[in-house]
């Protein structure tokens, strides 16, 4: 089974400040036939479930603000937001989908204001 | 828009059994595969189970292996998952969700049920 793991367990930033949230993954989740990483970063607010953010390690959703971005490939990853807005507090999940028949989670960070 | 809304929830004490539902609407249900996903009292996110777009092919955590059943009805647009034998750590919100572009990328999420399972 592939292990996603997550750093830092949580931060605090400055509003208009950059936040970066680590997804290291214990396999590659590059699939070479394609030249995919199976990546993807998902927030969730309080009271609320997951949404997608990013997936295929750097392409945002639809409707995703584009301070928002995913980089990385093969095991180790990052999520950026370039400049933190109040309505960013949440914990932010990444996932690896490369897996068949299972798919798995980073344990989340919670990001909060400084 | 696209809809997913659970149901079936509830307080079930150890060893009891229930049946989730998942109603969809806004897209063609048929043609997208889906899974469930649960999330423990503050924890993070576990995926439960999966099944193909035609009920053909179905698979499941080793945590719910043999106690749970995913299934679909295509016509009532409905996503099911049967619980039984269930354990203090099954207790979680579990979430419906759509997979889109590969099996386990999940585009779109129901706001979840609560299962509590407690003598």
């Known amino acids: 089974d592939i292990v996603m793991t997550q750093s830092p367990d949580s931060l605090a930033v400055s509003l208009g400040e950059r936040a970066t949230i680590n997804c290291k993954s214990s396999?590659?989740?590059?699939?070479?036939?394609?030249?995919?990483?199976?990546l993807a970063w998902y927030q969730q607010k309080p009271g609320q479930p997951p949404k997608l953010l990013i997936y295929?390690?750097?392409t945002r959703e639809s409707g995703v603000p584009d301070r928002f971005s995913g980089s990385g490939s093969g095991t180790d990853f990052t999520l950026t937001i370039s400049s933190l807005q109040a309505e960013d507090v949440a914990v932010y999940f990444c996932?690896?989908?490369?897996?068949?028949?299972?798919?798995?989670f980073g344990q989340g960070t919670k990001l909060d204001i400084k | 828009q696209v809809q997913l809304v659970e149901s079936g929830g509830g307080l079930v004490r150890p060893g009891g059994s229930l049946r989730l539902s998942c109603a969809a609407s806004g897209f063609s249900f048929s043609n997208y595969y889906m899974s469930w996903i649960r999330q423990a009292p503050g924890k993070g996110l576990e995926w439960v189970s999966f099944?193909?777009?035609?009920?053909?092919?179905?698979y499941y955590a080793d945590s719910v292996k043999g106690r749970f059943t995913i299934s679909r009805d295509n016509a009532k647009n409905s996503l099911y998952l049967q619980m039984n034998s269930l354990r203090a750590e099954d207790t979680a919100v579990y979430y419906c969700?759509?997979?889109?572009?590969?099996?386990?990328?999940?585009?779109?999420w129901g706001q979840g049920t609560l299962v509590t399972v407690s003598s």
């Open positions: 295929w390690a750097s």
């Open positions: 969700a759509r997979a889109y572009q590969s099996k386990y990328l999940f585009d779109h």
């Open positions: 099944i193909s777009d035609s009920d053909s092919t179905t």
């Open positions: 996932q690896q989908y490369y897996t068949n028949p299972m798919c798995s």
């Open positions: 396999q590659s989740v590059l699939y070479s036939s394609n030249n995919k990483n199976y």
